[in-house]
């Protein structure tokens, strides 16, 4: 598995735990606002993170970790991701997955076999306008769909999370994506932050009256928790 960044401790990526979060390299997305850009578009010229590294550190601080979270990039795009995952949870470590919704098998796959404790899965936008964010060469929205019914009927814990760009998304647009995910347990909503480490610059987000709006708006769909989280 290609690791190319490390956070030995975080208290933000993995709800209510302690947690190490590993960056694989690589996305089939280029999102504009994403702010891991180095790992989308210069990932083959960063260092990797060894086997050994990774696992001598999360067995020093086994006492100390609750889980792992594992970001990117897109995690799925790894073929021996299910492997990494066995090893780490013969820690004795839970496991939360980051993902795009773009490889409905393999994620199907790690739940049946019970090696993810807590999936997050982005929502880019609408399903209409999707690749608008996603900016992808060629593109269908039907294995995100999947992904999202997969989830949405699974007995994991989960969440759904839309970074919010004023330019890219529109108030309207999330009464489509309140049907979509219609009954889903949490959906969270993160205000664009500027930083270095963006594709592209010069966004913005909405005031905190319109997400007032927003939240009301998406109170019409059953969904279990609808909140902001700021982005790191």
Known sequence: MRIVGLMKTTLLDY???????VFTGG???????????DLVLNSAEMEEYT???IFDHLRKRKGTLGGVAITGGEPTLMQDLPEFIKEVKDL???????????????LKGLIDEKLVDYVAMDIKQSRLKYNEVACMKSFDIKPIEQSVEILKTSNIDYEFRTTVAKELISIDD???????????????????????????????TYS????????????????????????D
Not at 95 to 104: E, Y
């Open 92 to 106: 004795g470590l839970n496991v939360k997955l980051d993902t795009n919704g773009t490889n409905p098998s393999m």
């Open 174 to 204: 999330f009464k489509d994506i309140g049907e979509w995910i219609r009954g889903a347990k949490a959906y969270y909503l993160q205000p664009y932050k500027e930083s270095e480490q963006v594709i592209t610059k010069g966004f913005s």
């Open 208 to 231: 905190a009256s319109e997400f007032d709006d927003i939240k009301r708006l998406l109170g019409n769909y059953d969904i279990g928790n609808v909140s902001l989280r700021a982005m």
């Open 15 to 21: 709800p209510g735990k302690v947690a190490s979060t």
């Open 51 to 53: 086997h050994d590294e």
């Open 27 to 37: 996305c089939n997305f280029r999102c504009p606002y994403c702010h891991n850009g």
